[in-house]
């Protein structure tokens, strides 16, 4: 069984709009702020707060391992790359 993380699959630019747990095929998490400016930190929060709930009340009650992290649904965007003197 998968374990679950939470994957980002709707974005407006940079924020985080609605997610699901890969390990669930039906589960969904839609958050809405109550700021009429939403910030990309304040949405991953709620994201992150919704999917413990989740994982609190489905994988942990079950005994399953938890490892939390987001994936993103689309690629991120690069850094710049660093590279080391002195490797060929």
């Known amino acids: 069984m998968k374990k679950p993380f939470l994957r980002v699959t709707k974005w407006l630019q940079d924020i985080p709009l609605e997610a699901c ?3 669930c095929p039906d589960s ?3 958050v809405s702020s109550s700021s009429h400016r ?7 929060k709620l994201l ?3 999917f413990d709930q989740h994982v609190k009340a489905v994988h942990l009650s079950a005994g399953e391992a938890f490892c939390r992290g987001i994936h993103r649904a689309r690629p991120a965007p690069h850094a710049a790359s660093h590279r080391h003197e002195g490797m060929a």
């Open 21 to 23: 747990c890969v390990a």
């Open 28 to 30: 969904h998490f839609k």
């Open 38 to 44: 939403p910030t990309r930190e304040e949405y991953r």
């Open 48 to 50: 992150e707060n919704e």
